[in-house]
């Protein structure tokens, strides 16, 4: 399973931005996976959970932009968003996605740089 993370940029605070992880691969795989989830790293720091959204489409946020994303899967288009509003410098990081099979098998993309200026 491959993912490929699209849609980081510059933006000032304030801003929005509309994170992409189009999803490919084997399609046996692909039915397999139970959670989509973004993290993000900013220079120096953990990486952290932004949000998740399982197969059935329940979601989780993690509490650094709980609020301010919402995290969406289209399913005909195997491809999973993250929209960010209200963007602070704090948000700049390098945005990752993963996905988790049900038996516990991690794929990640190789992230997307989000950079919020003041």
């Known amino acids: 399973v491959q993912l490929q993370a699209s849609g980081g940029g510059l933006v000032q605070a304030g801003g929005s931005l509309r994170l992409s992880c189009a999803v490919s691969g084997s399609i046996d795989i692909i039915n397999r996976v139970i959670w989509y989830r973004w993290y993000r790293q900013a220079p120096g720091e953990q990486r952290e959970l932004v949000a998740g959204?399982?197969?059935?489409?329940?979601?989780n946020y993690g509490d650094s932009m709980k609020g301010r994303s919402t995290i969406s899967r289209d399913r005909p288009k195997n491809t999973v968003y993250l929209q960010m509003n209200s963007l602070k410098p704090e948000d700049t990081a390098v945005y990752y996605c993963?996905?988790?099979?049900?038996?516990?098998?991690?794929?990640w993309g190789q992230g997307t740089l989000v950079t919020v200026s003041s």
């Open positions: 959204i399982t197969r059935a489409g329940s979601t």
């Open positions: 993963n996905a988790r099979t049900a038996w516990q098998a991690e794929y």
